[in-house]
């Protein structure tokens, strides 16, 4: 299994070269190809030895929460829907979706998955694979979709099928990663429209493309040639998450920024863009897009790039001091059970903390309450509360803070006559939002162009949420 995480760099790809070896194209990972050739290394979970020539992925199972396999595709012989067994029974023991091991070992395989938007990827891997490489591919198929469909759901999958088995047939030759980048998959097949499939249904054609796409025999394979727009636009929005842990006394215990860098680009031609910040410093173990170029980023920390045509990520990065991380909330909290007692006391109180003058809003709290818990009476001073009495989950839907009137909820915890006292309290599982706020302090400098001579309208957007930000009681 992964011990520690690695960055990875996005849009990888390989081919297939003699004896089977994986060859990565320096063309599309640019200066991080010997980076990857270092750092990314089988796991010792796939045993050792030579690779044998055979593919990559052998199978992709696409599973909805309701444990359903609603679509498959095989790269040449067909794997039995019985192989999932393997994934359902470690999902069974897994208390939360996320808690699913990545990669579960079975007598004949490996199955390597990823959770995203209600849904699991999970590959059938045969040989010795690198599982990061795995992982990175089965993200970019879901971005894939969510790029054409404008959602990563069974219902868009299922209502674009003909489209999933031409892009999966695409990115995906003979088990290896072919064509990734969303600029050349739209070239080869076209997005679906209401037009193009009436078309399509009288005429009997399909979305594959004619031509083969121009990225594709260029080394800018992120971009086509030819680009034109009315009006020229660059637009990045920062979105910082905050993964904490924070103790009954108030005390941070863990803390840790995960950020991402996302962009708008549509300029005409072939415009050279240079982004710099102000505190670049900040960033650890950062991720770039293979448009980058990494020595730049070396000796000046200035992103120099040719942008992909449309939206892309950036970079992603992680902020891991926690003398920088400020915590945007606080919590006040009283709970308790009685001995012997068929009720308790539930009290919380949340306010703004170094919250740098910003509105926090769509504020969420859940809280998973004992199996003891009956029913629960509370009483909210701001927003909604439910209770499900099933899975003894208890939601209270604050919405934003105002500092003069803290927003609390308070009442009476119903127990189970006669049952024990419960042996530990409930954790807090805070969501929030704060509108143009980078929490880690990142704030870009200027954003400069060359290569063209009109001057293109641009903007920078920050946001920052919550990730995994627990308040323990």
Same mark, same amino acid.
């Given at each position: 299994?992964?011990?520690?995480?690695?960055?990875?760099?996005?849009?990888?790809?390989?081919?297939?070269?003699r004896?089977?070896?994986?060859?990565?194209?320096?063309?599309?990972?640019?200066?991080?190809?010997?980076?990857?050739?270092?750092?990314?290394?089988?796991?010792?979970?796939?045993?050792?030895?030579?690779?044998? #020539?055979?593919?990559?992925?052998?199978?992709?199972?696409l @599973?909805?929460? +309701?444990?359903?396999?609603f679509?498959?595709?095989?790269? *040449?012989?067909?794997?039995?829907?019985?192989?999932?067994?393997?994934?359902?029974?470690?999902?069974?023991?897994?208390?939360?979706?996320?808690?699913?091991?990545?990669?579960?070992?079975?007598p004949?395989?490996?199955?390597?998955?990823?959770?995203?938007?209600?849904?699991f990827?999970?590959?059938?891997?045969?040989?010795?694979?690198?599982?990061?490489?795995?992982?990175e591919?089965?993200?970019?198929?879901?971005?894939?979709?969510?790029?054409?469909?404008?959602?990563?759901?069974?219902? $868009?999958?299922?209502? =674009?099928?003909?489209?999933?088995?031409?892009?999966?047939?695409?990115?995906?030759?003979?088990?290896?990663?072919?064509?990734?980048? +969303?600029?050349?998959?739209?070239?080869?097949?076209?997005?679906?429209?209401?037009l193009?499939?009436?078309?399509?249904? @009288?005429?009997?054609?399909?979305?594959?493309?004619?031509? %083969? #796409?121009?990225?594709?025999?260029?080394?800018?394979?992120?971009?086509?040639?030819?680009?034109?727009?009315?009006? =020229?636009?660059?637009?990045?929005? /920062?979105?910082?998450? @905050?993964?904490?842990?924070?103790?009954?006394?108030?005390?941070?215990?863990? $803390?840790?920024?995960?950020?991402?860098?996302?962009a708008? @680009?549509?300029?005409?031609?072939?415009?050279?863009?240079?982004?710099?910040?102000?505190?670049?410093?900040?960033?650890?173990?950062?991720?770039?897009?293979p448009?980058?170029?990494?020595?730049?980023?070396?000796?000046?920390?200035?992103?120099?790039?040719?942008?992909?045509?449309?939206?892309?990520?950036? &970079?992603?990065?992680?902020?891991? +001091?926690?003398?920088? !991380?400020?915590i945007?909330?606080?919590? *006040?909290?009283?709970i308790?059970?009685?001995?012997?007692? +068929?009720?308790?006391?539930?009290d919380?109180?949340?306010?703004?903390?170094?919250?740098?003058?910003?509105?926090?809003?769509?504020?969420?709290?859940?809280?998973?309450?004992?199996?003891?818990?009956?029913?629960?009476?509370?009483?909210?001073?701001?927003?909604?509360?439910?209770?499900?009495?099933?899975?003894? /989950?208890?939601?209270?839907? !604050?919405?934003?803070?105002?500092?003069?009137? %803290?927003?609390?909820?308070?009442?009476?915890?119903? %127990?189970?006559?006669?049952?024990?006292k419960p042996?530990?309290?409930?954790?807090?599982?805070?969501?929030?939002?704060i509108?143009?706020? $980078? &929490?880690?302090?990142? *704030?870009?400098?200027?954003?400069?162009?060359?290569?063209?001579?009109?001057? #293109?309208?641009?903007?920078? *957007?920050?946001?920052?949420?919550?990730?995994?930000?627990?308040?323990?009681?």
């Amino acid at each position: 299994m992964l011990t520690a995480p690695l960055s990875r760099p996005s849009g990888l790809s390989c081919r297939q070269g003699r004896k089977g070896e994986v060859h990565l194209q320096p063309g599309l990972l640019g200066s991080q190809a010997q980076e990857v050739q270092t750092r990314w290394r089988p796991s010792p979970c796939f045993g050792a030895g030579k690779r044998s #020539p055979t593919k990559m992925i052998h199978s992709l199972f696409l @599973i909805n929460c +309701s444990g359903d396999i609603f679509l498959e595709k095989h790269w *040449k012989s067909v794997v039995s829907q019985s192989v999932c067994d393997y994934f359902f029974e470690a999902q069974e023991k897994a208390a939360d979706v996320e808690n699913v091991p990545p990669v579960i070992s079975t007598p004949h395989h490996y199955l390597i998955s990823i959770h995203r938007d209600r849904l699991f990827f999970v590959s059938v891997i045969q040989t010795e694979v690198p599982p990061l490489f795995v992982i990175e591919f089965l993200h970019r198929v879901a971005d894939t979709f969510q790029d054409y469909f404008g959602e990563c759901s069974e219902a $868009a999958i299922k209502d =674009n099928v003909v489209i999933v088995y031409e892009l999966l047939e695409e990115m995906l030759d003979n088990g290896f990663p072919l064509a990734t980048e +969303s600029n050349i998959l739209k070239e080869l097949i076209k997005p679906p429209t209401i037009l193009r499939s009436v078309v399509n249904s @009288i005429t009997g054609s399909s979305n594959v493309g004619d031509t %083969l #796409p121009t990225g594709q025999l260029s080394n800018i394979p992120w971009r086509r040639a030819g680009v034109k727009y009315t009006n =020229n636009e660059a637009y990045f929005d /920062v979105v910082e998450e @905050i993964d904490a842990i924070i103790d009954k006394s108030g005390s941070t215990v863990f $803390a840790e920024i995960q950020g991402v860098i996302d962009a708008c @680009i549509k300029l005409s031609g072939m415009p050279d863009l240079s982004l710099s910040f102000m505190n670049p410093r900040l960033l650890d173990d950062v991720s770039f897009h293979p448009c980058i170029r990494f020595k730049r980023w070396e000796s000046e920390r200035v992103l120099s790039f040719i942008p992909p045509d449309g939206n892309f990520r950036l &970079i992603s990065y992680r902020v891991s +001091s926690q003398n920088l !991380v400020a915590i945007p909330v606080y919590v *006040k909290h009283s709970i308790s059970f009685k001995e012997n007692s +068929s009720c308790g006391r539930f009290d919380i109180t949340i306010g703004p903390k170094q919250n740098m003058g910003k509105t926090i809003e769509g504020i969420t709290v859940t809280v998973h309450m004992p199996k003891v818990v009956l029913n629960m009476n509370l009483t909210p001073t701001q927003g909604s509360y439910t209770f499900d009495p099933v899975t003894k /989950v208890l939601t209270w839907d !604050v919405g934003k803070i105002t500092p003069q009137k %803290l927003p609390s909820l308070k009442g009476l915890v119903n %127990l189970q006559s006669g049952a024990p006292k419960p042996e530990e309290n409930p954790s807090l599982n805070i969501q929030f939002k704060i509108q143009q706020l $980078a &929490i880690s302090g990142l *704030k870009v400098n200027r954003l400069d162009m060359y290569g063209e001579k009109y001057k #293109p309208f641009k903007g920078v *957007k920050y946001v920052t949420k919550a990730g995994k930000f627990q308040v323990r009681t």
